[in-house]
């Protein structure tokens, strides 16, 4: 069971107000932002962010200092592999099948540094993060891959009733089995027990390095998802689109109710944590505020609710 329901609930509702205050100061300062159409920006700009904040909350859930900073560089060599799987001649309607397999390689990778070799989860994560980005790079020159199947652009651009396609059928679909998995299952009760006490959690019976193994194929498998959304959005393959993604996806989690030493926390929270991220990032494009400023502020807001996790006292269940 989670370790503080009164602490998570508290994050929750701390979140929830600071959402709407974002919101407010926005809309007093520029009118124009509280258009209906924001909403399908922000929920355009969040499937993305909210498939690899997924991933990284359940790692940082299961405990032993779990963290995958290298959830950026899977997005961006997931998208590139497989658009030269394609130039190098598999079928274009595999492409979804490939994004997610390589992703989850990628992760895989990951698993066995850290639960195999047992490197620490930080110094594992952040090599591969430079080693899958910087891979990503090498492999294209800097440059997109194009030949992203038409049938594909749609599903990345269309709308339903104001709602991206991608976030109906990936994002939304993915955080209810998580929360099912998490609230419903003995591989949920595992995870947090895990986070709660690893020791315990060996000593009952748990598979405590299968577990945390299978966690961050996961977490690759969630980020290739986020690099099929990239390629059906903006039709071409990019090395560089997951860029500061490892900093937004563990702002989400933490900001979401996830404690940073596992074993408490919730899906949902994460979720709204994602809306909240994005809505202020596209708040800051629009009142023209620099792209630099804006990772300085979600840093900012990794050390506050880092702070918040210190200051709130915690009652063991």
């Known amino acids: 069971m989670p370790r503080s329901t009164t602490s998570t609930a508290l994050k929750l509702v701390i979140l929830l107000v600071l959402f709407a205050a974002i919101v407010a100061a926005f809309g007093l300062y520029q009118p124009r932002f509280l258009q209906t159409s924001l909403v399908s920006t922000v929920l ?62 990628l992760g895989a990778v990951n698993g066995i540094l850290v639960t195999r070799i047992r490197i620490l989860p930080l110094i594992a994560t952040l090599g591969t993060l430079f080693v899958y980005g910087g891979l990503a790079m090498a492999l294209t020159a800097g440059g997109s891959l194009s030949g992203v199947p038409q049938w594909l652009v749609p599903f990345g651009r269309g709308l339903v009733g104001g709602v991206p396609y991608h976030f109906l059928a990936l994002v939304l679909p993915a955080y209810l089995a998580a929360a099912v998995i998490l609230t419903f299952t003995a591989w949920g009760r595992w995870l947090y027990a895990m986070g709660y006490n690893e020791r315990s959690a060996h000593l009952v019976g748990i598979r405590v390095d299968r577990i945390r193994f299978f966690a961050y194929c996961l977490s690759g498998a969630l980020s290739g998802l986020a690099a099929l959304v990239s390629l059906a959005w903006f039709g071409s393959g990019r090395p560089n689109i997951g860029l500061n993604l490892e900093l937004e996806s563990l702002a989400a989690a933490l900001l979401g109710g996830i404690a940073i030493t596992g074993g408490s926390g919730g899906v949902i929270g994460v979720l709204i944590a994602v809306l909240m991220i994005v809505t202020l990032k596209t708040g800051l494009q629009f009142v023209n505020v620099s792209t630099v400023w804006q990772v300085g502020i979600v840093g900012a807001l990794l050390l506050l609710v880092l702070l918040l996790d210190f200051l709130i006292p915690r009652r063991r269940a």
Do not use: E, H, W
């Not at 309607?93 to 397999?101: D, E, G, H, K």
């Open 44 to 105: 355009q700009f969040a499937s993305m962010l909210a498939l690899v904040a997924l991933g990284q909350a359940l790692i940082v859930l299961a405990g032993g200092a779990g963290i995958d900073l290298s959830v950026g560089g899977i997005v961006s060599l997931s998208a590139i592999l497989s658009m030269m799987a394609l130039q190098a001649g598999a079928p274009p309607v595999t492409l979804p099948v490939l994004a997610v397999a390589i992703g989850a390689l």
